[in-house]
């Protein structure tokens, strides 16, 4: 596995910024797929970007439409 640095972060903004910023970042959400892969190396992102402490984990309704967060489980 390659060295990579880890940012935490807690809004939605804040991580999207920092991803595009780098382009060598990937958001860090379970980890159960990226983690994998990067003890194989066929991911090597530069840095992790973990998104478990923003609030994504909701699921709402707004008029007909549906929201599932990308962290809901
Ligand atoms: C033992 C095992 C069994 C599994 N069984 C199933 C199964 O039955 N069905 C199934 O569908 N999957 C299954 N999977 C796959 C796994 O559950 C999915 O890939 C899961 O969605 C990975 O989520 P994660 O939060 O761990 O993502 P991570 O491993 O953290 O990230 C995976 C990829 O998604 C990107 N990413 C993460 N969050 C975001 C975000 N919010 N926006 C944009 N990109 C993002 C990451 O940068 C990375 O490239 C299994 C995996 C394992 C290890």
């Known amino acids: 596995m390659n060295p990579f640095a880890y940012t935490r972060t807690v809004t ?4 999207i910024h920092t991803v ?3 382009p060598g970042a990937a ?10 892969l990067m003890k194989l190396d066929v991911m090597t992102p530069e840095e992790l970007v973990d998104i ?6 909701d699921v709402r309704l707004h008029n007909d439409t549906v929201r599932i ?5």
Do not use: I, K
């Open 20 to 22: 595009t910023a780098e």
């Open 52 to 57: 478990n402490s923003v609030p994504l984990a």
């Open 27 to 36: 958001f860090f959400a379970g980890g159960t797929t990226l983690l994998d």
């Open 12 to 15: 939605a903004d804040q991580a």
């Open 69 to 73: 967060g990308a962290l809901a489980g």
